[in-house]
């Protein structure tokens, strides 16, 4: 083989592994990205449904506290 042949090789070899390695980056960022995604939403959730609890207490003290200054 002539160097010029060899060279061509080596550069597409190492265009290969570029692609192959930037697809495993994107891969295993899309995987990340997706349980980011999830933990938020799961603790988006948790906050709602914990901030209706609250809502709920408040609304039962202000209503026990107006009957007992109409009393």
Not at 9 to 14: A, D, K, P, T
Not at 50 to 70: C, D, N, T
Request: aromatic letters at 2%; charged letters at 30%.
């Amino acid at each position: 083989m002539s160097d010029a042949i060899i060279i061509a090789l080596i550069g597409g070899v190492v265009s290969l592994v570029g692609i192959g390695l930037g697809g495993y980056i994107n891969y295993r960022l899309s995987k990340i990205h997706r349980q980011i995604n999830s933990r938020m939403d799961e603790l988006l959730k948790m906050n709602k449904a914990s901030s209706r609890a609250e809502g709920k207490l408040e609304g039962k003290a202000e209503e026990k506290e107006k009957q007992k200054k109409s009393l």
